[in-house]
């Protein structure tokens, strides 16, 4: 059977803004990435996915882009963006850009125009709404950042309707125009050499029609995200979405061998709707549970079956540990069991999405009330719904910035950069650095390990194990949840094995027929001889 490269892949998202910054502005940039390359190549990943890179004022990061087809200045220009496409190609990587098609800046020049008046031409490209009967919002709909989704535009006396910031007004994805002019900026960056996209809030491009309320969540406790106190029935998920999905797909399909990878919140029997009914959807509806589930081996053996069986035929999986916008896995899980994490990520069956740092074992970073910068926690504080702790600069070496720039830069460093760095965990053969490439090269020269079927193993306890088979190889990996060590038999199995890689680095036996774990440990095997 063959294989498309993003499903034998392994994609590492950079957070442009904290990865390497050359001219010491504090804030990253292309440069450094491209002075960086090496380093990327040198993990075993097979694709980089940049978060946007776009001019934007910044409201959010990025994801407020006031010019598609450009690059901000902050970051470069074009002719480096050109250049970075060359170098990554070079060394044998594919490269994925970030995609925000539900909305754009309000400097935007569409947006800009659209409010100048009703009659606007560009005026049907975003959301507008007459106020309630009785003056105020349309109806109760919430931004994704606290308050109102609805702000109201004095000189032309409508409101528009904003998911996110009121800097971020969303787009009408039921006007063909726009349509038609986010998909040339697709075409744009594929013609420059992009070989994907992953797509900002997928689910959320189409809005109900009739502008119904929202249902209150009965579920809802205070001190929760504000937002949950909805369910957010009329502004998400819409069954409309589906044709905008597929469309997207099929100007993907223009050119060879690109992705589209969709950035979707949902349960997973609404997630999987999105690989489409035909597989005409998107090629990877992001799949967040590990982001989100209880660090527990039964529920997370449990999660993994109930995926694989959801799964439509011919629709490939995918699994991510971090991301730009929630907690590392480290401060979720603890560094112990963030080796374990890693193996996890690393011997399940798909592809695989690393956050930048998690494989230096990065942890959150408390940010002092000064030194905040997410709109987020500005806009609904305290709830540690923040996403600078997990935006740090990486952590390069023991010099000053930790080797991120030679400005103070944007967001604080992490205290534990002395240690916590790639320089020292490059020399040290135990360290999670260590893990990480030693993961990433066996799943590369193994295909059971990445496309290999996924047999799930009966356990017990903190205990979650699994074989992974691609004729002629077969392999158990077993990994310890808990601090209880645990003995293994390898009889039902297939008699004996031998551990190829612990998480603890300090194993490579000669065959056994079972196997000791010790507290947060785990393990790899080859298995050695067939089941009769
Ligand atoms: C999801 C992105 O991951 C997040 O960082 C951003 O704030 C929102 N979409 C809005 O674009």
Redesign the pocket.
């Known amino acids: 059977m063959s294989y498309a490269w993003w499903q034998r892949g392994v994609v590492y998202q950079i957070y442009p803004r904290s990865f390497s910054d050359a001219n010491t502005d504090g804030t990253g940039d292309l440069r450094g990435i491209l002075a960086r390359l090496d380093y990327c190549a040198s993990l075993g990943v097979d694709a980089l996915w940049l ?1 946007p890179i776009f001019p934007s004022p910044m409201a ?2 990025g ?2 882009i006031s010019d598609y087809t450009n690059i901000d200045p902050v970051f470069g220009t074009l002719g480096l963006f050109d250049e970075l496409v060359a170098e990554v190609r070079k060394r044998g990587l594919k490269l994925i850009l970030d995609f ?1 098609p ?2 754009t800046s309000d400097r935007h020049p569409w947006f800009r125009q659209a409010r100048r008046s009703r009659n606007d031409p560009k005026r049907n490209w975003y959301l507008w709404h007459d106020p309630a009967a009785g003056g105020g919002p349309p109806n109760n709909w919430l931004s ?1 950042f606290g308050g109102s989704a609805w702000e109201f535009d004095e000189p032309t006396g409508q409101y528009y309707y904003h998911a ?1 910031l009121k800097e ?1 007004p969303d787009l009408n994805w039921r006007n063909p125009e726009v349509c038609a002019a986010l998909h040339d900026v697709l075409r744009f960056w594929m013609r420059r050499g992009v070989d994907g996209f992953r797509v ?2 997928l689910w959320h491009l189409i809005k109900d029609d009739l502008w119904r309320d929202n249902p209150p969540n009965p579920d809802y406790r205070p001190g929760q995200n504000p937002l949950h106190s909805q369910i957010p029935l009329y502004t998400t998920d819409r069954p409309e979405v589906q044709e905008v999905v597929a469309a997207l797909r099929r100007v993907t399909d223009e050119f060879a061998d690109r992705i589209l990878i969709g ?1 979707i919140y949902l349960p997973v029997e609404r997630l999987v709707a999105y690989y489409g009914v035909n597989l005409e959807g998107v090629q990877l509806p992001f799949n967040f549970q590990l982001l989100q589930a209880p660090w527990n081996a039964r529920g997370i053996a449990q999660l993994i079956d109930e995926y694989e069986g959801k799964l439509p035929s011919g629709g490939w999986p995918n699994w991510v540990l971090g ?3 929630r907690a590392r896995i480290a401060s979720r899980v603890g560094i112990d069991q963030a080796r374990v994490a890693a193996m996890l990520l690393l011997t399940l069956r798909g592809t695989p999405t690393l956050y930048y740092g998690d494989e230096i074992g990065m942890s959150n970073v408390p940010i002092p009330t000064d030194r905040i910068q997410d709109p ?1 926690e500005k806009r609904v504080p305290g709830l540690g719904l923040g ?1 600078d702790p997990c935006r740090t600069p990486m952590q390069w070496d023991a010099s000053a910035n930790a080797g991120f720039s030679a400005a103070q830069p944007w967001l604080p460093v992490s205290d534990d950069y002395s240690v916590v760095n790639v320089q020292s965990e490059d020399a040290d053969p135990e360290s999670i650095l260590t893990l990480y490439r030693r993961l990433l090269a066996l799943r590369r020269a193994h295909p059971a390990l990445s496309v290999g079927i996924y047999e799930p193993v009966a356990t017990t306890g903190h205990l979650l194990a699994y074989v992974r088979e691609e004729s002629p190889e077969r392999f158990f990996v077993a990994l310890n949840f808990g601090e209880d060590p645990y003995e293994l038999s390898l009889e039902t199995l297939a008699g004996a094995g031998r551990i190829i890689l612990s998480t603890y680095l300090d194993r490579d036996d000669d065959p056994v027929t079972s196997v000791g774990l010790r507290a947060n440990e785990g393990v790899i095997m080859r298995l050695t001889d067939r089941r009769s």
Request: charged residues 30%; glycine residues 0%; negative net charge.
């Open positions: 978060s959010d990061f994801y407020d925000v539900n909305h994704n996110f971020q900002d809030v950035e991301n730009h916008d987020f996403r």
